[in-house]
Nanobody, 117 residues
Framework: QVQVVESGGGAVQAGGSLRLSCAAS????????MGWFRQAPGKEREGVGS???????TYADSVKGRFTISQDNAKNILYLQMSSLKPEDTAMYYC???????????WGQGTQVTVSS
């Protein structure tokens, strides 16, 4: 059974940086895609960015140039480096893993990021 666990959230002032980590385990297929999503209070969950096994990344327009997704394939760990944080980045951040080319995702429990002005 696939499991996903996030860590690294916290509180930071605007302009600061945080790095989130996500560990995936229990999957048996080779092509694992992973990504970051976030949900602010009163808003729908939105995609932040994703990465595939070839390290091809995609980002939401709102975070391009500020956030960087990377992965350690050997350790099955996904990272989200967030810089130049803004108060509007405040949200619960979720990691998800899925078999590339398929839509069904396994979600982590989420980690809170709070950016104060």
């Amino acid at each position: 059974q696939v499991q996903v666990v996030e860590s690294g959230g916290g509180a930071v002032q605007a302009g600061g940086s945080l790095r989130l980590s996500c560990a995936a385990s229990g999957y048996t297929y080779n092509e694992l895609c992973m990504g970051w999503f976030r949900q602010a209070p009163g808003k729908e969950r939105e995609g932040v960015g994703s990465i595939d096994r070839d390290d091809m990344t995609t980002y939401a327009d709102s975070v391009k140039g500020r956030f960087t997704i990377s992965q350690d394939n050997a350790k099955n760990i996904l990272y989200l480096q967030m810089s130049s944080l803004k108060p509007e980045d405040t949200a619960m951040y979720y990691c998800a893993a899925w078999r590339c080319g398929f839509s069904s995702k396994v979600w982590g429990q989420g980690t809170q990021v709070t950016v104060s002005s």
